[in-house]
């Protein structure tokens, strides 16, 4: 009896730091996978990679601090859906990379579609404070009351368009001409 | 005493006059430090010399208190389809755009400028532009084009010139869709700058706060007063402020309004007592009662009553500047928008509007009245449209509207009288109801009738 209770005891230990190991092999999988290096490695990023380099988000700033592409383009409203868009998008984006012609598509036009790839509560998951010390200062708190109090239903990039990817317009004229500006 | 007299007014005259240069010194030297960036800083110090009415407008505004300055509303990304290509000011790496869209304003008045896209002043501009016959009117016709066929009596016209009435004229009021030349500026000549209140912009927002609160005050009081929307909405075919002028609203406005009403209550609670009777806002936009201040100035409208014939309007909300931001398209937009809840949900709104003031019983029968005379009106189109549309089918009418003698008479019927007629029932004008409406509608009927009756017996279109 005492074996088995022995052997019970071996089996979830082992079990326990395979799994870690798994997990941790996972979450470092996602983190490597979360960058502008990895997101670049197609060549169709190369424009909205160089773009973000150059904005505040992607570490132009005083303190070199940087955002990474799953901070805005993955939801972070709990892990199970940060899990599941991250696979869908790696399949996704991973077929037509490979399959599909993604040199084609119009990115101008795709622009005015952001609220789709962009997560308000990536946004929050860092702006977190907004809600709460944006009433001392007047300039935040008036822009930002109407969306807390839920009297508009717009998301962030609905407003702030251009956030993430400065002159994203000219890095994408740049790289596919003028062919896939509509306006 | 003479001399002291003379001294004294020479006093005055020169205290007067010091004190208008001592306004325009005092702006220009202007310093600000309060929660602006540095750069807001140097376009305000700077615009106080090279433009210093427009900062004196910003600085009696609701905005200036709040820290808003010049680059929260005219900076821009330098990818953006608005920004003027050189950096301003030069050097700076700063981009700004001389267009400030609905989208800028919605920014932080997101709530009004959605209810404003789902109002008829949403569609100002861009259904302009949509519709044949307005286009054929203002750079054909009214731009003195070469004739249509041997029918017109015009003479050749000179290309360059054919802007002209749409630019000084239709825009200011309607807008256009503004395009921008290499440099980032509005082509000159083509209607711009304007006050238009359906202005279509590069970034594909439609829309114009301006038209009401103009610039750089934003003045909220501006607003609210009738003469405010009567920059517009005048003239032979919506003489809307004469309309008012002429009601007894209009009339305790201009004896007491300036002088005793309280005009800067916050918005939702502007109501009475603050006046004594309602302004154009209070009726089709502010927080009355238990209704909620809205910017879609159709909410509470049961016809139509700018249309040829009077429908309800069951339209819903308008599209037209959905469909521009989408699509990038210019659309006739929904003539019935309306509200969504149907025509009488929408009566029923103005009618607790007018209840805050006059009885149930006062209320209901004015709107039978004003009803049966909308009705009444109907009559009158449905039988000049029939005749209309029997002579087009015979082909007795001439292609060029603007030289055949029904086809001008049917025009005034709807566009002139029938609105005054229409207009003034609902506003509570009787001049216009009737001297200036149904008076001169069964005029116009009876000479479409006689028209009608030679063409169809010579089958010819007399000379």
Redesign the interface.
């Known amino acids: 009896m005492r074996k088995t209770k022995l052997f019970t005891f071996i089996i979830l230990v082992i079990g326990g730091i395979v799994g870690l190991v798994f997990a941790l092999g996972i979450a470092q999988f996602f983190y490597v996978t979360g960058g502008e290096k990895f997101c670049t490695m197609c060549h169709v990023m190369e424009p909205m990679g160089n773009a973000y380099k150059d904005d505040v988000h992607g570490g132009n700033n005083k303190v070199g601090f940087k955002a990474e592409c799953v901070s805005c383009h993955l939801p972070h409203d709990n892990i199970a859906h940060y899990v599941y868009q991250k696979s869908v998008n790696g399949i996704v984006e991973g077929t037509l990379t490979l399959f599909g012609n993604p040199e084609k598509y119009d990115w101008q036009a795709r622009r005015?579609e952001a609220k789709r790839y962009v997560y308000d509560d990536g946004c929050l998951h860092c702006h977190t404070d907004l809600k709460k010390i944006s009433s001392d200062?007047?300039?935040s708190f008036?822009?930002h009351r109407?969306?807390f109090a839920k009297?508009?239903n717009?998301t962030c990039v609905e407003?702030h368009e251009?956030v993430g990817h400065?002159?994203?317009?000219?890095h994408l004229k740049a790289k596919f001409g003028d062919l896939n500006i509509?306006? | 005493m003479l001399k002291k007299i003379v001294l004294a007014l020479t006093c005055l005259v020169a205290f007067s006059f010091a004190e208008s240069v001592g306004n325009v010194n005092l702006t220009k030297v202007m310093k600000v430090d309060r929660s602006l960036s540095p750069l807001a800083k140097k376009c305000v110090e700077c615009h106080a010399e090279k433009t210093p009415g427009i900062v004196n407008d910003w600085k009696s505004s609701r905005h200036a208190h709040a820290g808003v300055s010049c680059m929260d509303c005219h900076a821009v990304p330098a990818d953006s389809p608005m920004a003027i290509k050189k950096e301003h000011p030069k050097d700076s790496g700063n981009h700004v755009s001389i267009l400030v869209s609905p989208k800028t304003c919605g920014k932080c008045h997101a709530k009004e400028v959605k209810e404003f896209e789902q109002s008829g002043h949403a569609r100002g501009g861009v259904q302009m532009f949509a519709k044949k016959g307005m286009v054929e009117l203002m750079y054909h016709y009214e731009g003195n084009g070469k004739p249509y066929e041997n029918d017109a009596p015009f003479h050749a016209g000179d290309e360059n010139l054919k802007d002209a009435p749409s630019a000084t004229g239709c825009i200011q009021c309607h807008g256009l869709e503004i395009k921008l030349d290499k440099e980032g500026y509005p082509i000159p000549g083509k209607g711009w700058p304007n006050y238009g209140i359906g202005n279509a912009y590069p970034d594909g927002s439609v829309g114009s706060c301006k038209s009401c609160h103009s610039s750089h005050t934003f003045d909220m009081v501006e607003a609210r007063k009738p003469s405010a929307c009567a920059s517009c909405h005048l003239g032979p075919d919506h003489p809307n402020i004469e309309i008012y002028n002429n009601s007894m609203h209009g009339k305790i406005y201009n004896a007491e309004g300036e002088k005793k009403w309280k005009w800067d209550s916050a918005p939702d609670t502007w109501d009475v007592p603050d006046y004594r009777a309602p302004t154009c806002a209070t009726c089709h936009m502010s927080g009355i009662g238990d209704l909620n201040t809205t910017h879609n100035v159709s909410l509470r409208l049961k016809w139509n009553l700018w249309a040829p014939h009077s429908n309800l309007r069951t339209g819903g909300y308008e599209t037209a500047a959905d469909v521009y931001a989408k699509e990038g398209k210019v659309t006739v937009g929904v003539p019935l928008a309306g509200n969504p809840a149907g025509p009488e949900a929408a009566r029923g709104e103005m009618k607790q509007v007018c209840k805050s003031c006059h009885s149930t019983k006062a209320t209901e029968s004015f709107f039978i009245s004003a009803d049966q005379h909308v009705m009444l009106y109907n009559t009158y189109h449905t039988e000049a449209k029939k005749m209309l549309d029997d002579l087009k089918a015979k082909k007795l009418l001439k292609k060029d509207e603007w030289s055949d003698a029904f086809q001008k008479v049917y025009y005034h019927l709807w566009h002139h009288e029938g609105r005054r007629m229409r207009m003034g029932a609902v506003m509570g004008a009787p001049d216009y109801a009737h001297w200036h409406g149904v008076f001169e509608v069964q005029q116009d009927i009876k000479e479409l009738r006689n028209i009608y009756n030679a063409r169809i017996k010579s089958g010819k279109i007399e000379e």
């Open positions: 005015k200062n007047m300039k008036l822009p109407d969306y009297n508009i717009k407003c251009h400065k002159n994203l317009g000219f509509t306006k």
